[in-house]
């Protein structure tokens, strides 16, 4: 579980219940992320509500903090999205960065760890 999750709110007061929301949601991400950085990753969340005509609307950006290690750079994720509903907006938001960690994860994940392909594909 992601423990250091940092939750604010611009012209939107963040409430208990969705402190606690986020909590789930966002703090589960960290299955996808690779082992050597589960501990120190760090989220930030930022709710922002936006006065329309037709009514209002709630900015939400997440980005993760993920430390480098002895093998794989570091990197920031970041998920932005514009919903009606806050609750709805933080599950778009999970998913887009599910996504993006998936991708990181692959990109930094050797494979060939005991020279298994080395045999088959020598030079």
Known sequence: MIENIDIS???Y?????FQK??????????RYLPRDNRKDVAAKV???????AHGNKYE?????DIPGSSDING??????????NVFAGVDL???KLEGQIRRFKTETT???????LKRFFKK
């Open 21 to 30: 929301y986020v909590m789930k949601r966002l703090g589960k991400l960290d």
């Open 60 to 64: 939400i950006t997440a980005s993760l």
């Open 9 to 11: 709110g611009s012209n």
């Open 110 to 116: 050797n494979y060939d760890k005991k020279g298994f």
């Open 93 to 95: 938001i999970e998913a």
């Open 75 to 84: 990197k920031v994720l970041v998920a932005k999205d514009e919903t009606s």
């Open 46 to 52: 930022v709710v922002t509500q936006v006065d329309r």
């Open 13 to 17: 007061k963040v409430e208990e219940g």
